[in-house]
């Protein structure tokens, strides 16, 4: 199996504007999670999905952001619109079963914004 | 809310050094446990995990850790660290019976001198 697989890799944009960032899980994982890392606040949990439906999202930062999961392979996180507070790694991970099992991550995408 | 602390922000051993990293939660009912560990420029992977049973855990790379309930407590351990073990690990934990989320530990970066 190729992974968790993340897009872009990396993102240089300028404030104000949106930015997509992308995930494709493992095939057959249930659940999906975003994550956002930073120096400052470590390991962060934004958002999670079981079975394509959102379970809790209650580590958004602002209505800025938003993620959706149209089906079972492939997930967005969207920021619009962008400000420099949000330059951060973020990371794609799944799951299979139970949200505790073993999380697959994503290589991350390295977010910057100016 | 659950929360998860790890003592050391960054370590610096020798190699040959014995290792232990902290961590403790702060829910008082049944958990899950996890160490996780990013290797520079590599995904994080679960290192070992902590369901029910035998107190101490063994993973991978000869790391181990050990639950101590009284204690709140996960620690890792490794008797003799190796440059190959340089990488930020991190706690986390599940509160079963509360929610599906793990909760993450800002992470300890460990750095072996050759």
């Known amino acids: 199996d190729a992974g968790v697989i993340q897009s872009p890799r990396h993102e240089v944009t300028e404030m104000g504007q949106e930015v997509t960032l992308r995930c494709k899980p493992i095939?057959?994982?249930?659940?999906l999670f975003w994550y956002r890392q930073t120096m400052m606040r470590g390991l962060e949990l934004l958002i999670y999905?079981?079975?394509?439906?959102?379970?809790?999202d209650s580590g958004m930062p602002e209505d800025r952001f938003s993620a959706k999961m149209p089906n079972a392979s492939f997930s967005t996180l969207k920021i619009q619109p962008s400000e420099p507070r949000d330059s951060a790694v973020y990371f794609c991970?799944?799951?299979?079963?139970?949200?505790?099992?073993?999380?697959?991550f994503g290589p991350g995408t390295r977010l910057t914004v100016l | 809310a659950q929360s998860v602390s790890q003592h050391n922000h960054h370590v610096i051993l020798s190699e040959a050094a014995s290792l232990e990293l902290g961590c403790n939660y702060s829910?008082?009912?049944?958990?899950?446990l996890f160490w996780y560990v990013q290797y520079p420029g590599q995904h994080l992977q679960l290192l070992l995990k902590y369901f029910s049973g035998d107190p101490l855990v063994k993973g991978i790379k000869g790391f181990e850790a050990e639950f101590i309930k009284s204690k709140f407590s996960f620690n890792l351990r490794k008797p003799s660290v190796q440059w190959s073990d340089t990488a930020e690990y991190f706690c986390?934990?599940?509160?079963?019976?509360?929610?599906?989320?793990?909760?993450f530990g800002k992470g300890t970066r460990l750095h072996i001198l050759p």
């Open positions: 829910y008082g009912g049944t958990v899950n």
């Open positions: 986390a934990v599940n509160a079963v019976n509360r929610d599906d989320k793990i909760i």
């Open positions: 095939s057959g994982h249930d659940y």
């Open positions: 991970a799944s799951s299979l079963g139970f949200s505790y099992n073993e999380q697959f």
């Open positions: 999905f079981n079975n394509n439906v959102p379970i809790d």
